[in-house]
């Protein structure tokens, strides 16, 4: 086994131009797929924290009585999904506006008559934001009488959902492409590296070396340029990573927490994909030459 690794890194070595070339293409294979997935994951805990933000706001009619607005909470409370109701009155909901709003504030210390209406504002379970779930808790509560209208994020949370979508469709479509274009680098650089051991190849055969012995080597270097291609892709990645999390960290809102990186189960998984794409282009090689 020694000797195999000894002729592997003295291959390595002798052809360090292509298989410098190989690493750094896995690498940018590595860097474009895992920085998508990055972006996916810190994306979906930001919509996570964001969905669970998410309140739904019933207006009321001018002049409900407050036995009629109690058995509209009662009402409320009832439908699934609904995890809390809190009521707001209109005089509560100017004076929220006035210290949000502070540059306004004068202008909406001159008004006459408060124009805001009494408000419900209402906690959704989780299941509840799923799909259309939210849709049809919102029917109910906008057929019920004292009811003027109700408002909630479905719109945001549509088009954030569709971006996530088409940014995930986009990283695959990306990240495959580079992955085809890793394994054939890898591929054609041992096929170089094998054309140029043919005569040593044909000595070997000739005196009684299986295939075994003869591929084994080249199947190391293939496990060592995918495993270097995807510790340089995992680097670069990390050092952009620690850049953008204090950039970005800044512009997040309080409570959203901060950017994630992949765990060491994910980091893992990922240096065993690319030493697997370093060995399946060893392999497309190796199959095409020693046959011939």
């Known amino acids: 086994m020694v000797q195999i690794w000894r002729r592997a890194l003295k291959d390595i070595w002798a052809n360090r131009f292509l298989n410098t070339i190989t690493v750094v293409t896995i690498a940018m294979a590595v860097l474009i797929v895992s920085a998508f997935g990055l972006l996916s994951v810190n994306f979906h805990q930001l919509m996570d924290k964001w969905r669970n933000g998410i309140r739904m706001l019933v207006y009321l009619k001018a002049d409900v009585s407050q036995q009629d607005r109690q058995a509209l909470e009662d009402r409320i409370r009832g439908i699934k999904g609904v995890s809390g109701v809190t009521f707001i009155s209109k005089e509560e909901g100017l004076a929220r506006m006035k210290q949000r709003m502070a540059i306004l504030e004068r202008l909406l210390e001159d008004l006459k008559k408060n124009p805001l209406p009494d408000t419900f504002e209402v906690r959704l379970d989780a299941d509840a934001l799923e799909g259309d779930r939210i849709d049809g808790v919102a029917s109910a509560i906008r057929a019920m009488a004292p009811v003027e209208e109700v408002v909630y994020g479905k719109v945001w949370l549509n088009r954030f959902a569709g971006l996530m979508h088409l940014f995930r469709l986009a990283g ?18 041992l096929r170089l590296v094998l054309y140029s051991r043919q005569q040593e190849i044909e000595i070997m055969r000739l005196i009684g070396a299986t295939d075994r012995f003869i591929k084994m080597p080249f199947f190391v270097e293939g496990l060592v340029q995918g495993f270097f291609g995807g510790l340089l892709g995992l680097a670069v990645l990390y050092g952009l990573f620690r850049v953008a999390a ?7 809102p309080i409570g959203f927490g901060e950017m994630r990186y992949f765990s060491s189960t994910t980091l893992l998984l990922i240096l065993g994909c690319t030493m697997g794409v370093g060995w399946i282009g060893c392999y ?4 095409g030459f020693l046959r011939r």
């Open 172 to 189: 695959t479509a990306m990240g495959g492409l580079f992955i085809m274009a890793a394994v054939f680098i890898v591929a054609n650089t």
């Open 246 to 252: 204090v950039r970005v960290g800044a512009y997040l």
């Open 284 to 287: 497309l090689s190796l199959k």
